[in-house]
């Protein structure tokens, strides 16, 4: 049994428009200046929000779409890890 075809496309597409949201609202905390560029919590919130929209494209998929979020999982995730090999007591 496959998991696509068992759960409904439209759970799919909420859960990308979850990170969508999380992308927003990521952006908004930085422009309030409520959440640092050089914090790990903007970087795990990136990581969180790209995989997100990459489940949301497995019923719709865009190549161009799914590289993107590819590129911020990964600079995400080397960000996240320069930010934990300098201070790795609090996030």
Do not use: D
Not at 46 to 63: D, M, P, R, T, Y
Not at 64 to 74: E, P, R
């Amino acid at each position: 049994m496959n998991i696509f075809t068992t759960v409904p496309p439209h759970v799919f597409e909420a859960v990308g428009v979850v990170g969508f949201a999380l992308y927003v609202i990521n952006y908004g905390f930085l422009t309030f200046h409520w959440l640092s560029s050089h914090s790990r919590m903007y970087f795990a919130i990136n990581i969180i929000a790209a995989l997100c929209v990459l489940i949301g494209l497995v019923v719709s998929f865009n190549l161009a779409s799914a590289l993107i979020q590819i590129f911020w999982v990964v600079m995400s995730i080397v960000g996240l890890m320069l930010r934990l090999r300098h201070s790795p007591t609090t996030f």
